[in-house]
C-alpha cells in the first residue's frame, strides 16, 4: 500500500511541476480515443500470384438425391415378437448361458430361477456353482452360506 502511495505522489509531483512550466492546459484523452498517424504508404512491385486451382462450386440450394424405396424383407409368420427380438445364433457353436447372462446384468432373480430349473432338470453342475453365489452374496435370495 504505500509504495502504491508513493507512486501516485511521485506522479502528482511531476505533473504539477510539469504543469506550472507550460502555460497551456493539458487535454487528458482516452486511450480508446487517441488516434494514431497513419502509416506511411510504400509502393512497392505487385506480387506475383499463384495461379488459381479449380474449385467445387457450391449451390445456394442443397442437392436433391434420388434413392429407390426400400423394401422390407418379407415377414415369417412363425415368428413373434420374443423370437424376432433374439438374435438368431448358429445351431453349430456353443448356446448362451441364460442364467449367467441375467447374473451378469444383476438380474439376480432371473438368473436364480433359470439356475434353479436347470440344476433341478439337468443336473448342471455350472447352474449349481451359480445358485451357490447367489446365496453366498445374498443376491436375490436371504444369504445362507451353507446353502
Do not use: W
Request: charge should be positive; charged fraction near 20%.
Amino acid at each position: 500500500m504505500t509504495l502504491l502511495r508513493a507512486i501516485l505522489v511521485a506522479s502528482l509531483a511531476s505533473c504539477l511541476s510539469a504543469s506550472s512550466v507550460s502555460a497551456q492546459p493539458m487535454q487528458i484523452v482516452p486511450p480508446a480515443a487517441q488516434t494514431k498517424p497513419p502509416a506511411p504508404v510504400m509502393h512497392t512491385a505487385p506480387e506475383k500470384k499463384a495461379p488459381k486451382r479449380p474449385t467445387a462450386k457450391r449451390p445456394d440450394a442443397p442437392a436433391v438425391v434420388k434413392t429407390e424405396p426400400v423394401t422390407p424383407p418379407p415377414v415369417d409368420p412363425a415368428q413373434n415378437q420374443t423370437t424376432a427380438l433374439r438374435p438368431s445364433l448358429p445351431a453349430t457353436g456353443p448356446q448362451p448361458d441364460i442364467a449367467f447372462g441375467a447374473y451378469q446384468r444383476g438380474e439376480y432373480l432371473a438368473a436364480f430361477k433359470e439356475a434353479s430349473r436347470r440344476a433341478s432338470e439337468q443336473g448342471d453342475p455350472v447352474a449349481m456353482t451359480l445358485i451357490g453365489d447367489l446365496y453366498a452374496n445374498g443376491y436375490g435370495v436371504p444369504k445362507d452360506e451353507k446353502k
